[in-house]
Nanobody, 112 residues
Framework: QVQLVESGGGLVQPGGSLRLSCAAS????????MKWYRQAPGKEREMVAD????????GYADSVKGRFTISSDNPKNTVYLQMNSLKPEDTAVYYC?????WGQGTQVTVSS
């Protein structure tokens, strides 16, 4: 069955960096669209970035453009989210997504 397992969250100071990972299994990874979403307390879940694994074409929310980079490692069936210049407003639970499948989420907290 489809499984998405995120890792890499944590506490970081403003201006810092984190790299999230999403290990995928149970489907043909290299031909899919993979997405990262986030949900902050009291807010709706929003898409942060997506990638066409087969072509490498990426897309970003305006709020993270220029700071976040999504990438994939096909042999490892893993998608990454490199987050730089983090801001307190980036604090949220980050989720990996494929179609209607979701990972368990990983907490990112940006605070001094």
């Amino acid at each position: 069955q489809v499984q998405l397992v995120e890792s890499g969250g944590g506490l970081v100071q403003p201006g810092g960096s984190l790299r999230l990972s999403c290990a995928a299994s149970g489907f043909a990874f290299r031909w899919q669209y993979m997405k990262w979403y986030r949900q902050a307390p009291g807010k709706e879940r929003e898409m942060v970035a997506d990638i066409s694994v087969g072509t490498g074409i990426t897309g970003y929310a305006d709020s993270v453009k220029g700071r976040f980079t999504i990438s994939s490692d096909n042999p490892k069936n893993t998608v990454y989210l490199q987050m730089n210049s983090l801001k307190p407003e980036d604090t949220a639970v980050y989720y990996c997504n494929f179609l209607n499948y979701w990972g368990q989420g990983t907490q990112v907290t940006v605070s001094s």
